[in-house]
């Protein structure tokens, strides 16, 4: 489209002219697209005082009028339920990601709901919450199995979770997926690496980034025009780290 591009890593702690606003107001970039976006005040007034085109991809803020660019994270979290409930595991843990994103939101609320509806409430002594991160789910996930009884099964709200809730897993001599079950979210090149082969729920990352420029450069051609929101569906994808509870932990 004849644009150049530049990748910012914006700092959550920096605030008014310290952070990405004043790049927004010079009138250096034509628009910009917010891929990491969270449910605070700061990026919230960032979204509605800003003149210049914004448009989000994997990330939304209710009641902030931008164009967005989504998968459907609620729907993903009900197939995982849907996957570990055929399987008979019925000790499901969840390690959530930061409360103050739209997708470890949508996705836990899709997976709890389901559950429920699957006569396997998600216990809340078998739910953690932290970063999208390792470290959280290796920490997490040390913690869960020490329960009496353990969970059979984890839901991890990103990939990264997940492989880090593997590592504990190996670390403690468990069976994946004998004696527990691991499912992750995003399906990142990682997850398919034969090491890993992580089942998880697929977004498809290209075509939605894909979107995102198409409707950014849409905008910045028409500033009033009506705003869009674009979901994609997502895509369990079933691999190594997922399978049948084993008749002497099942209850």
Known sequence: AGYRTELINERG?????????????SGLVDGAIVATATLDEQTRA???????PIVLVNRELDGVDRDVVVSDSRTGGARVAELLAELGHRRIAHVAGP??????????????????????????????AGDFSHRD????????????PPPTAIFCANDVIALGALDAARARGLDVPGQLSIVGFDDISLAGWESFRLT??????????????????????NADGPVRRIVFPT??????TTGPVRPASSG
């Open 13 to 25: 702690d920096l605030r008014g002219d310290a952070g990405v606003q004043p790049l927004l107001r």
């Open 46 to 52: 960032l979204l509605e005082g800003e003149r210049t």
């Open 99 to 128: 409360a103050n994103t739209s997708t470890a939101r949508e996705r836990e609320a899709g997976f709890a709901e389901r559950l429920e509806q699957l006569g396997a409430p998600l216990d809340e002594r078998r739910r953690r």
């Open 137 to 148: 789910g290796y920490r997490w996930t040390l913690e869960l199995i020490e329960l009496d």
């Open 200 to 221: 998880t729920v697929r977004q498809p990352l290209p075509a939605m980034a894909e979107e995102a420029v198409r409707l950014l450069v849409e905008r910045i051609g």
């Open 235 to 240: 895509e369990l994808i079933q691999r190594g």
